[in-house]
């Protein structure tokens, strides 16, 4: 394990009036209310002065009027994770947690976080980038295949095809979202996520579904799932795949924290599938999980990913509390 969960916390008073960014107009809404709802209530119980704001597209004003310090941002899909909301905080100089205007943008468009990943030698599964129907008849992945939209989190549109006609439907569904979508070679293998917070890979998570694969429904309604950590694997493996994890981060400039998917096949072969720069901090979430293993509880968690908080490459440097 690559973490340190002794690391001494930030004194509370230091990060100023803090906004605890949730909501906004994506599809994952709901999903992020529930985030930053969690977010919200820890940093209070730290001590920190903490401010919910539910975004919309007044946020610039809104942020600028109230002269906030730092910002924790639990925005989850478009707006708030592909770049647009990390914009306007640098226009404003106001340092907020998660990665930056570039990082995010990439990270939400699968298709071009793959492109890095293997220009940099990464392992990632063969695929296709579909904008029509018409292009359907295109791809040669061989079956069964992943569809999902580019742009989409939380596994929304997302479907597996076994022929061409289930392709059709699960690209109509895919493209209600958006219009590129993702055909991906389908990997036989076992699902694990690494964490990643400031600069160090928490313990992994195997993830066991009984549906299809870890859809919507698996991730936040099925009590099914099981999220299995410690994951199995032997230190030397875990080890190996937290740096692959690490440098798959890395290539795409994320920061502060993060979580990187990716699946083991029959063969015990990493393939990549996707890097998430803004996770979900709910019940059903990972990085609360890969924390407490690493003996980080929630309320800790969340004043770590504030002191990851920056703005452009500059972190923020706390300002010392009168009592120091």
Known sequence: MTSDAHNTCPDPSAFGKVAVLMGGWAAEREISLESGAAVLAALRRSGVDAHGVDVDRRIGATLEDADFDRVFVA????????????????????????????????GMDKARTKMLWQA????????????????????????????????EGSSLGTGRAD????????????ASYDTEVLVESWVVGEEYTAAVLAGQAL???????????????????????????????????EQRLQAMALKAFGV????????????????????????????????????PMAAAAAGIEFDELALRILATAAVGERPAAPEPSDEQ
């Open 75 to 106: 925005l989850h899909g478009r707006g708030g994770e592909d770049g647009v909301i990390q914009g306007v905080l640098e226009a404003l100089e106001i340092p907020y947690t998660g990665s930056g205007v570039l990082a995010s943008a990439m």
């Open 163 to 174: 022929s061409f006609a289930e392709l059709r439907r699960a690209w109509r569904e895919a």
């Open 252 to 287: 795409l400039g994320a920061r502060g924290w993060g979580r990187v998917d990716f699946f083991l096949d029959a063969g015990c072969d990493p393939w990549l599938i996707e890097l998430n720069t803004i996770p979900g901090m709910t019940s059903h979430s990972l990085v």
């Open 203 to 237: 313990p992994l998570i195997k993830l066991e579904t009984p549906r299809g694969f870890y859809d919507f429904q698996a991730k936040y309604e099925d009590e099914s799932t099981r999220y299995i950590c410690p994951c199995g694997l032997d230190g030397d493996a």
């Open 120 to 151: 940099s030698g990464l392992p990632t599964p063969a695929y296709q980038v579909v904008t029509s129907e018409a292009d359907l008849d295109t791809v040669a992945l061989g079956w069964p295949v992943m569809v999902k939209p580019v742009h």
